[in-house]
């Protein structure tokens, strides 16, 4: 277990110690882990603590160690997404979050295991194996950013950064009892970030509280001319570390609460909602009625948009390769051999969707309706600051349990997903417990108005305790 919970105690800690001795207990954590949360150790990360002792760095992460995602380019790293098709890749340049953190002196400790190319909600599509949940190893650690939640609640890493398409952050966030932040789409550059579905993706942070949060975004944050969709924002995201919520309106949506809701999830997250009344915050219930279509219109348009992505992987120009007797014989033998079952079957539903006959039918109603499901969160945060609802409508479940069933798998996101289409920002933070596991509160606001979600969710980690719940092994 590491002596350290956060960025605060870490930079306390170098300043009266040092970055090697920071960075070699985490190594020696991650050695003895049993929890496959890392699928590779940086080679490099002794030796960039020692500079920093030895040279100083005035960024404000100087020493501290940040697990990544393994579908975010690393320089000099492997990123492999998980899949076996890019076993042995190893990227010539870093992405821009990537060149960010270091530029503010974080030391990247490894890749965190994932779903292969972010498509699950489990981190049991993995080539590497499956990630177990540090709370209970039977149970998943949620995903598809599983490897990034789980090393965190394990103190196997300060902090990490995932991909969030479909709640690819806030879930495993939920699942672990971590904090996980999904910004607003354009708020943090996608440059480096190995595409799944382009206008859904979204690079995000985890940490074991809201303040370390809003320090990782005010450095990953803002403008990349590489990207052509991230917006000119100024980063000031721990402004928004305040404990008020005076005068704060909620919005709980109605259609957030249905079918499939666990009663001890659901308990969690009005308890939650009683506690932001008590420090003077008011609720009301809002409907956002397309919310039932939202989750055919998200995975039709994130199917179609992988089908488009994942062609560029057959075997011409990096990665695993199958020998063929012309380039359609070993491209379709390298496919099939380099990708899982889960990859496959949304690239060839994808492929379906956007074939000629059907795209218009398929793809483009979808979008249609992604348009009315943006609509209602227009409408719904008009008239309020926030929206709150469970991150997941139950917790984690255990391993094995629906990976044979992908439509279950599918349902799980059905709180998460919509807020990706409409591309507005969502935190989660731990909000109690259910049957001895996390669960989480999602928060949600306007495009572009982090803080207000940052400041609802710091407020409540400041008159709670759920935050300092932490699986057994690690308390």
């Known amino acids: 277990m590491a002596k350290w919970t956060n960025i605060s105690q870490i930079k306390q800690s170098i300043e009266s110690g040092s970055a090697e001795e920071v960075t070699a207990s985490y190594l020696d954590i991650i050695d003895k882990s049993k929890i496959n949360g890392f699928v590779a150790v940086s080679d490099e990360a002794i030796n960039e603590a020692r500079k920093i002792d030895s040279e100083g760095h005035d960024g404000v992460l100087a020493g501290v160690p ?9 320089k000099g790293l492997s990123t492999t997404c998980g899949s076996r098709i890019l076993q042995g890749y190893v990227p010539p340049y870093n992405a821009h979050v990537i060149e960010k953190l270091k530029d503010a002196g974080a030391i990247v400790i490894g890749k965190a295991n994932m779903d292969e190319f972010a498509m699950g909600t489990s981190t049991e599509s993995s080539t590497y194996g499956a990630t177990l949940n540090p709370w209970d190893k039977e149970r998943v650690p ?8 789980a090393v965190v609640a394990a103190g196997e890493a300060p902090v990490s950064l995932g991909s969030d398409t479909g709640g690819s952050v806030r879930c495993p ?23 799944y579905a382009n206008s859904l993706d979204q690079i995000g942070p985890l940490a074991t509280n809201v303040s370390d949060i809003a320090a990782i975004m005010d450095v990953i944050g803002g403008h990349d001319s590489r990207d052509s969709t991230s917006m000119k ?8 570390l305040k404990d008020d919520v005076e005068g704060m309106k909620i919005g709980i949506p109605e259609e957030y609460f249905g079918e499939g809701i666990d009663e001890s999830v659901e308990k969690s997250v009005w308890d939650a909602i009683q506690k932001f009344e008590d420090m003077g915050a008011t ?11 939202a989750l055919a219109s998200y995975y ?17 120009r990096y990665g695993h390769r ?3 007797d012309n380039w359609h014989d070993m491209a379709s033998k390298t496919r099939a051999e380099g990708f899982g079952d889960e990859v496959k079957r949304r690239v060839l539903l994808g492929t379906y969707a956007l074939s000629a ?3 218009d039918k398929y793809y483009l109603k979808a979008l249609k309706v992604r348009t009315l499901v943006k609509q209602d969160f227009d409408r719904a945060l008009a008239n309020v600051d926030v929206l709150m609802a469970p991150t997941m409508p139950a917790p984690a479940f255990k391993i094995g349990e629906k990976i044979d069933d992908p439509l279950s798998l599918y349902l799980a996101d059905v709180n998460t997903v919509p807020i990706n289409l409409a591309g507005v920002p969502s935190i989660s933070v731990p909000c109690g417990m259910a049957d001895g596991l996390p669960v989480g509160l999602q928060i949600i606001g306007n495009q572009f108005d982090e803080n207000t979600i940052i400041r609802a969710a710091y407020s409540f980690e400041q008159n709670t305790d759920h935050h300092n719940n932490k699986p057994p092994e690690v308390a």
């Open 66 to 74: 940040i697990a990544i995602k393994d579908n975010i380019s690393t």
């Open 142 to 149: 949620g995903g598809s950013s599983g490897g990034s939640a």
């Open 173 to 195: 966030a939920a699942y672990c009892g971590v904090v996980g932040l999904k910004p607003t789409y354009g708020a943090v550059s996608r440059y480096g970030l190995v595409s």
């Open 233 to 240: 924002q100024e980063n000031n995201y721990q402004d928004a």
């Open 283 to 293: 609720h009301e219930k809002v409907s956002m009625p397309h919310t039932k279509y």
């Open 300 to 316: 039709i348009i994130a199917m179609s948009e992988a089908s488009s992505n994942l062609a560029r992987f057959d075997g011409t």
């Open 322 to 324: 199958v020998d063929g």
């Open 357 to 359: 006959g059907y795209h």
